[in-house]
């Protein structure tokens, strides 16, 4: 929730009937309003500005809950009351103790329900009795931190909460004097989910790098041990075509064409299946079935893989960033059927639904452990690295296997809206 404070002088009421005339009825903010009058000067200001608005207005005394959509007027000489009422409306958990001893004075209601503890508990208590929030180590460098430097601000710590076990807190720090006694106010946020999906991030990044240069490496190994080969070879045959030429050696020059023309072929295809690779020109489309089809055919004419494909009339449109990632995620999923599971059949069965497409790649294969394999956050493999490509265009990807028992691997897409 959202509080304004607004100030002013004896003479302030026409800047203040003006604003709270032309306040709206629900903003979702409370409005504190605190104006220079001498101490023993009473009041009415709260009646006034009732007049003008069609939000509660209250005279805020002693503790007081703040709500949205209203207003409360301050008295003269009642800072206490305003620094309360603020100290107890902070949805952030708020706690006050002394400097010296760290013995709580009062706790907002954030801080109970987050802490999961009950004021009577608190108040009274120091910190080192109830081991809130910080272990003893910590609470004293800490402590050092704050009378060396004053201020602190941000400060990331972990914490054991009594429930929820490990979590991450920003820890902040604000001295002040309360009744001439040196004080803290300290708040405490939580970061933990935050902290976690930096991680994954993080994570996910360096998965996808390492992906990269291993694609990059297989790349460069077909370069260098098949293109470049038959390069090289053609034009060491051609230095003999040459001499063959000078020496007039026709018998030798037949040879040698024949030669030179079976290695230009074997170029000629190695370019085209890398071309293929990196970039099938029947993915340039909008569906996504006819390319899998065209890639089923691919499968089976270069690696003898039967894979099945069941369209259940469904052709999902996809944008293209995501056609082309479930596009190759799927090539990588055949392969791996060829490769590991011990068969040569597969089946790719589509499915659409609620505006979301599931493409499932199945064998009758050996299988693994997928629940040991998906697991393991701190392996990583080929699955794990199409998993966090996947998240990253908002797509899940769902591995169920058992040994002797086959895989089922699922691709769920968000499809694209055709009216956009």
Known sequence: MTIVGIGGSAGGLKALRAFFEALPKETGT????????????????????????????????????VERDHAYVIRPNQDRDLFSMLFHANPIPTALTRLDNALFLDVNDAYLQYYEVERQDVIGHTAEELNLPLTPAERARVHAKVLEEGIIRNLELQIQ????????????????????????????????????????????????????????????????DDLQQHIFAVK?????????????????????????????????ATTRQVSLELSPPILHGEGLAEAIIWLASQMNEQYGLEVGVHTNGVNPAFEEDVRVLIFQSLRELLFNVFKHSGTLKANLTFEQRDGTARITVSDGGKGFDSEVIM???KTTHGLSRMHDRLFLLGCVLKVKSESNKGTYITIEAPVKDIME
Do not use: C
């Open 236 to 268: 060491m045959q051609l230095a003999f075509l040459a001499e063959a030429i000078e020496k007039n050696d026709f018998e030798g020059l037949k040879l040698d064409l024949s030669q030179l023309d079976k290695w230009l072929t074997q170029a000629i």
């Open 30 to 65: 409370a409005y504190v309003v605190v104006t220079h009058l001498p101490p023993e000067h009473e009041s009415h200001l709260a009646e006034l500005l009732q007049a003008y608005t069609s939000i509660p207005v209250k005279q805020a005394t002693g503790l007081v809950p």
């Open 161 to 224: 909460h009594p429930s929820r076990g490990t979590r991450t807190i920003l820890l902040s720090l604000q001295p002040i004097t309360i009744e001439g006694a040196e004080a803290v106010i300290a708040t405490s946020t939580d970061i933990t989910e935050r902290v976690h999906t930096e991680r994954q991030v993080r994570s996910v990044a360096s998965n996808l790098t390492a992906s990269d240069q291993t694609e990059r490496h297989r790349i460069s190994r077909i370069l260098h």
């Open 375 to 377: 697991g393991d956050g």
